[in-house]
């Protein structure tokens, strides 16, 4: 299978690669292919002469021309499929592009426009990459595995594409998210492509469209459910501890329940991880912390509302928990500071069916007995408003709307600076635009938001709305358990990794930026995150704490970036 081998020789600051290619088979491997910037010496050496232009070009003059050939296309799904031609045939390019026109390429590779190429994926299939392990084929899931097309996989993303991104089940076309989310992992951790696996798990799908439709690519089954969903999950978690002992697994865009209980069952057992309710818990932990540091408040000043209480809500409710036990708040004071909304309004501990997850949060109804209820006897949201009187205000119901006027009025009228995040995506489902929030509350509002809105314009200034986007946390978290070869993931690595993006927010040094660094700082967080994480493993596992600055150095020469790297022949 190993046709080469990419060495980083750390202590002669050595990177190239050993390969046993040659000709036409080197230019066809997407991580070798240095295309017109093979040298006059490596194309004698790799007989490589007449089978290129004549002319030699750095990798600069390459990505000019890459450039130029995308803005060709001027529909944003033509792009996505140039962009992804362009990494199969060359992935030092693809990279190198993607870094140069980072804010330009992001949204088309990554969210929103992924979500239209999975809408879009059995009709502009053109070429296969990853794995897709299918129900059909359970009993040679391990032949499958052993099929993949590079040897040394740590970084694994599997989705079983029920809950993708605003759109619902969309069976085997989801596997265009794990390539995605593998792609911001080489991006802004430095993962190298070829140590990457993404996969499916084509379980069925209940989405009738694709059911219906000639050309769906997945099996045309419904989806597997209990018992025999999780032995499959089961089978899947063995195969891959087995072939990939020392892999990190990162779960995406499975349904909710079957997010919460694969976490809860697998969290103790590897080193795993669910994007969907951790890296969210984190990355909206870390605006609120910096909101509230960056004011110089305390926590025990604090009242917080999470509308919306499913993975993403009771995700951030448990590390926001943490947060404030670590500040010295009791579990009783905790219970009176962070309550959680959802269908039935507030959930108190006279609210029937709870979910295991939310039954942490229950608000004691003895404190709202004089509360006003709505017709079925449920606190809503204007009314905890009203007497709750929350310093922070989190949405992640998908309600459009749902943070109105008055209610937005409310919060800001008993604190100065009301934090307000309406994480809920797509754009048209969020609790509040930005513009609204700021225009609703004199500008004071701190907001954050789910989805990317466009700057507001106050007074002639124009503000960045910071995006919660869970690609400044999920690369770094990734890459601090590599570098430490943790054996789990646990919440005080997932709290450190919160605290140290908070560290590195626009906001603590001015009141007025963003509560949350840009994409372009993406490199640079990874790397403190990654080293929080690390740091905080070693604490765990009661290992000997590395030199931070050592292990920083480590972990930023562990990164892999696009350059034109030199093959050597090696039989
Ligand atoms: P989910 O389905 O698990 O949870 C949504 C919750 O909202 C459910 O518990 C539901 O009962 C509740 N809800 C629905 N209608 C409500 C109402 N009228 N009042 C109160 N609660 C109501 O979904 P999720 O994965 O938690 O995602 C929720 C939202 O958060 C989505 O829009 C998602 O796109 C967004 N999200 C954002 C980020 C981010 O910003 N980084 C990350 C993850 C999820």
């Not at 020789?9 to 040659?22: C, G, P, R, S, V």
């Not at 089940?169 to 792609?183: V, Y």
């Not at 004071?444 to 200034?461: E, L, M």
């Amino acid at each position: 299978m190993s046709t080469f081998k990419y060495i980083n020789n750390i202590e002669k600051n050595e990177k190239y690669y050993e390969t046993t290619l040659q000709g036409k088979q080197l230019l066809n491997h997407s991580l070798l292919n240095k295309g017109t910037a093979f040298t006059q010496q490596e194309r004698e050496d790799f007989f490589l002469l007449g089978k290129l232009p004549p002319v030699i070009e750095t990798l600069t003059v390459q990505v000019e021309r890459a450039y130029l050939q995308f803005k060709r296309y001027t529909v944003a799904l033509s792009q996505y499929i140039y962009l992804t031609r362009l990494r199969d045939t060359n992935e030092t390019l693809f990279y190198a592009l993607v870094y140069t026109y980072l804010a330009e390429m992001m949204p088309i590779l990554y969210t929103p426009i992924v979500g239209a190429a999975i809408q879009e994926f059995s009709h502009e299939f053109r070429t296969p990459r990853g794995l897709y392990l299918t129900r059909e084929n359970q009993n040679t899931m391990s032949q499958m595995l052993q099929n993949r097309t590079h040897p040394e996989i740590e970084m694994i993303v599997v989705t079983d594409g029920e809950g993708v991104l605003g759109i619902g089940d969309q069976g085997l076309c989801a596997i265009d998210i794990p390539i995605a989310k593998l792609m911001v992992y080489t991006l802004f951790a430095g993962i190298h492509p070829g140590n990457t696996l993404p996969i499916v798990l084509d379980v069925g799908t209940n989405n009738k469209n694709l059911l219906d439709d000639p050309f769906y690519l997945g099996i045309k089954k419904s989806r597997l459910q209990g018992k025999e969903y999780f032995d499959f999950v089961d089978d899947f978690v063995a195969q891959i501890r087995h072939a990939f002992p020392k892999a990190f697994i990162h779960w995406e865009d499975f349904g909710s329940k079957n997010a919460a209980a694969i976490l809860n069952k697998y969290a103790t057992q590897c080193c795993t991880f669910n994007d969907d309710i951790q890296g969210t818990a984190v990355v909206a932990s870390a605006a609120v912390i910096a909101a509230i540091e960056g004011q110089k408040l305390t926590w025990n000043s604090q009242k917080i509302i999470i509308f919306g209480a499913g993975a993403a809500g009771t995700g951030i409710a448990k590390l926001l928990t943490q947060c404030m036990h670590h500040s010295g708040l009791t579990k009783k004071e905790i219970a009176q500071r962070l309550v959680l909304i959802d269908k039935p309004g507030l959930l108190t501990t006279n609210t029937p069916d709870i979910t295991p997850e939310q039954n942490h949060y229950l608000y004691p109804a003895e404190l709202c007995e004089s509360w006003q209820t709505d017709a079925q006897g449920g606190v809503e949201l204007a009314e905890v408003v009203e007497q709750f009187k929350p310093s922070v205000l989190i949405g992640c119901s998908a309600v459009a709307g749902a943070f109105t006027q008055a209610i937005v009025k409310n919060m800001a009228s008993s604190v100065a600076r009301p934090i307000i995040m309406p994480l809920s995506n797509p754009t048209e489902r969020a609790e509040a635009t930005p513009a609204q929030l700021l225009s609703w509350t004199n500008n004071q509002a701190i907001v954050a938001t789910g989805s990317p809105f466009a700057p507001v314009n106050i007074d002639g200034k124009i503000k960045d709305i910071p995006q919660c986007n869970n690609a400044l946390v999920f690369p770094g978290i990734g890459l601090g358990c590599l570098v430490a070869k943790a054996e789990l993931l646990t919440d005080e690595m997932l709290l450190a990794a919160s605290r140290a993006l908070a560290n590195t927010a626009p906001m603590l040094n001015d009141l007025s930026a963003a509560v949350l660094p840009a994409f372009s700082q993406a490199r640079e967080v990874s790397v403190d995150i990654a080293l929080a994480v690390a740091q905080a493993w070693f604490v765990q596992a009661q290992l000997p704490k590395i030199d931070s600055k050592e292990l920083k150095t480590t972990i930023e020469q562990r990164m892999w970036e696009p350059m034109q790297y030199i093959p050597i022949y090696k039989a």
